[in-house]
C-alpha cells in the first residue's frame, strides 16, 4: 500500500521475566489516510535486536552562566532563567543522532519537567502543539525546565549509544491484539492476577481465624439479631458449616448460606476473594434475623488445609499448565472453588488468575472448570508460572462446636 509513517515516539523495556516488549506510535504521513489504512489487513516487518551501552559526560558546573558543551556531536546547552536564581534550561540536540540521553541528570538535586521546543505556528491547538513537539523530540531537540535545591559542583549527562550491529535479527508480522490473545501458544499480552492488581490488594490484613469460634453475632445496626461466619478461602473449600440444634422458623429450618458478593451490587467476578463470608439464615433465604432463640452449629474439616508446594519446572510455555500435572482436580467444579485449592506464582511471587481459551478473564463463579480448558486438557494462567502450590489437609480431622445466643427483643 502507498501508505508512508512517520514514527512519533516508542520505547522497549524488559520484562522482569525475560521477554523484551517494545512500543512505537506511528501517524500516517499526507492527507486523507485512512481509507488506505482500513484496507490493510496486515504488517510485515525486521524487528532487530540492538545492544546499547551507556556513556557518562561530567563537567563542572559554572552558577548563573551559560554553560555550552559538545557530546561528540550531540549539543548541551544549560541557560539560567532570568530573575530565579535556581531555574535553568536544559536543551539538548542530537543532531538525528543513533545516540540518544537518558532523561535524567546526575549530580543535580531538584525538579525537572518537560518544556516545549517552542516550534511551529501559534494557531496551532494544544492537541496538534502537542503532536508536533513529540515529533520534534523524537528528532532529537530536547528541553527541560530545571529547578535547583541547590547550586551542584557538576552535572552529568548520560548518553545511551547502540552497538555497531544487531545482535539477532527476524522477520516479523504484526496482527491486531484480539487475534494474538485468542492463540494460546502466544504469551500473555499483560498479567492478570487471581485478587486484582498486587497494589490494591497488597499489605492488606489477613483475616484473624479462630476455628473453635468462627461465627460472631453481628452488632453492625441490627443489636446482634444476625450471625455471620468468615472463613479462609482454603478452609472454605475444605471445611462444612451447618447448623446442628436450632428451632425452626415457621416451618424453615436454619443453616449456613454463602454470602453472594454480587447480591447487592454488580461485578464481573474477575478476581477471587481470598475469604468466605456465612450468614445464618433459613433454608429460603428469606429470614436473617433471629430473636430470643439458641443455635448450635458446627465446623467440619477432614484435616487442618494447609498449602503445599507442587513439584514443578517451567517448560517453554510456562503460562500452560497441563492439568495433569495438578493432582485431585474435578472438572465439574467452579472456576473459584479450583482456585482456592491451587495458586500458581509468577516469579515476582504474585498469585496469576486464569484465562479462559479465548485469552480473557475469566468470570469466576458461574463458570466451570471443563469450559476454562485449552484443548480441554490444559490451563492458561494470567502469566509466566513460576510455581505452584495446592491445598493439603493434615492427618488430624477438625471438629469444634458453639452456640450463639440471640437477644429477645426490647
Known amino acids: 500500500m502507498p501508505v508512508r509513517f512517520a514514527n512519533v515516539g516508542g520505547f522497549s523495556l524488559s520484562d522482569f521475566d525475560g521477554p523484551v516488549r517494545s512500543w512505537s506510535s506511528l501517524l500516517p504521513l499526507g492527507w486523507?489516510?485512512?481509507?488506505?489504512?482500513?484496507?490493510?489487513?496486515?504488517?510485515?516487518?525486521?524487528?532487530?535486536?540492538?545492544?546499547?551501552?551507556?556513556q557518562v559526560h561530567t563537567f563542572d558546573w559554572t552558577p548563573g552562566q551559560e554553560q555550552v558543551h559538545d557530546l561528540e556531536g550531540i549539543d548541551l546547552r544549560i541557560t539560567p532563567v532570568a530573575g530565579l536564581a535556581q531555574v535553568y534550561k536544559i536543551e539538548i540536540n542530537t543532531h538525528g543522532s543513533t545516540r540518544y540521553p537518558l532523561h535524567y541528570f546526575g549530580g543535580?538535586?531538584?525538579?525537572?519537567?518537560?518544556?516545549?521546543?517552542?516550534?511551529?505556528?501559534?494557531?496551532?491547538?494544544?492537541?496538534?502543539?502537542?503532536?508536533?513537539?513529540?515529533?520534534?523530540?523524537?528528532?532529537?531537540?530536547?528541553?527541560?525546565?530545571?529547578?535547583?535545591?541547590?547550586?551542584?559542583?557538576?552535572i552529568s549527562v548520560y548518553l545511551v549509544l547502540p552497538e555497531a550491529q544487531p545482535s539477532a535479527r527476524r522477520e516479523i508480522t504484526f496482527i491486531s491484539p484480539e487475534v494474538f490473545a485468542r492463540d494460546p501458544e502466544m504469551p500473555p499480552l499483560e498479567q492478570h492476577y487471581l485478587f486484582g492488581p498486587p497494589w490494591q490488594y497488597r499489605g492488606k490484613t489477613t483475616l484473624d481465624f479462630n476455628p473453635e469460634q468462627p461465627a460472631m453475632l453481628d452488632e453492625s445496626g441490627q443489636s446482634g439479631?444476625?450471625?455471620?461466619?468468615?472463613?479462609?478461602?482454603?478452609?472454605?473449600?475444605?471445611?462444612?458449616?451447618?447448623?446442628?440444634?436450632?428451632?425452626?422458623?415457621?416451618?424453615?429450618?436454619?443453616?449456613?448460606?454463602?454470602?453472594?458478593?454480587?447480591?447487592?451490587?454488580?461485578?464481573?467476578?474477575?478476581?477471587?476473594?481470598?475469604?468466605?463470608?456465612?450468614e445464618l439464615a433459613t433454608d429460603d433465604g428469606e429470614q436473617r434475623y433471629f430473636?430470643?432463640?439458641?443455635?448450635?452449629?458446627?465446623?467440619?474439616?477432614?484435616?487442618?488445609?494447609?498449602?503445599?508446594?507442587?513439584?514443578?519446572?517451567?517448560?517453554?510455555?510456562?503460562?500452560?499448565?497441563?492439568?495433569?500435572?495438578?493432582?485431585d482436580v474435578d472438572r465439574e467444579q467452579l472456576v473459584s472453588e479450583f482456585l482456592q485449592r491451587y495458586r500458581f506464582y509468577d516469579a515476582k511471587?504474585?498469585?496469576?488468575?486464569?484465562?479462559?481459551?479465548?485469552?480473557?478473564?475469566?468470570?469466576?463463579?458461574?463458570?466451570?472448570?471443563?469450559?476454562?480448558?485449552?484443548?480441554?486438557?490444559?490451563?492458561?494462567?494470567?502469566?509466566?508460572?513460576?510455581?505452584?502450590?495446592?491445598?493439603?489437609?493434615?492427618?488430624?480431622?477438625?471438629?469444634?462446636?458453639?452456640?450463639?445466643?440471640?437477644?429477645?427483643?426490647p
Open 32 to 54: 486523507d489516510q485512512q481509507a488506505n489504512l482500513e484496507q490493510i489487513h496486515s504488517y510485515k516487518a525486521e524487528v532487530a535486536l540492538q545492544p546499547h551501552y551507556m
Open 108 to 154: 543535580v538535586e531538584g525538579r525537572m519537567q518537560w518544556q516545549d521546543v517552542g516550534l511551529g505556528p501559534a494557531w496551532l491547538t494544544p492537541g496538534e502543539r502537542n503532536l508536533f513537539n513529540a515529533y520534534q523530540q523524537n528528532k532529537g531537540s530536547l528541553s527541560w525546565r530545571l529547578e535547583l535545591d541547590e547550586q551542584p559542583e557538576q
Open 225 to 278: 439479631q444476625s450471625a455471620q461466619a468468615v472463613l479462609p478461602g482454603e478452609w472454605s473449600v475444605a471445611c462444612t458449616l451447618e447448623v446442628t440444634d436450632a428451632e425452626p422458623v415457621n416451618g424453615h429450618a436454619l443453616e449456613w448460606r454463602p454470602v453472594d458478593e454480587c447480591r447487592e451490587q454488580e461485578c464481573d467476578n474477575l478476581y477471587l476473594h481470598q475469604q468466605q463470608a456465612y
Open 291 to 327: 430473636y430470643g432463640r439458641e443455635v448450635s452449629s458446627r465446623l467440619s474439616c477432614q484435616g487442618v488445609p494447609q498449602w503445599v508446594e507442587l513439584a514443578y519446572s517451567p517448560a517453554e510455555q510456562p503460562w500452560l499448565i497441563p492439568l495433569a500435572a495438578l493432582p
Open 349 to 409: 511471587g504474585e498469585v496469576l488468575g486464569l484465562f479462559g481459551p479465548e485469552g480473557r478473564a475469566l468470570p469466576l463463579n458461574g463458570t466451570r472448570l471443563a469450559d476454562a480448558l485449552v484443548d480441554g486438557d490444559r490451563l492458561r494462567l494470567g502469566g509466566r508460572v513460576s510455581r505452584i502450590t495446592h491445598v493439603a489437609l493434615g492427618a488430624e480431622p477438625v471438629i469444634h462446636d458453639w452456640t450463639l445466643s440471640f437477644p429477645s427483643l
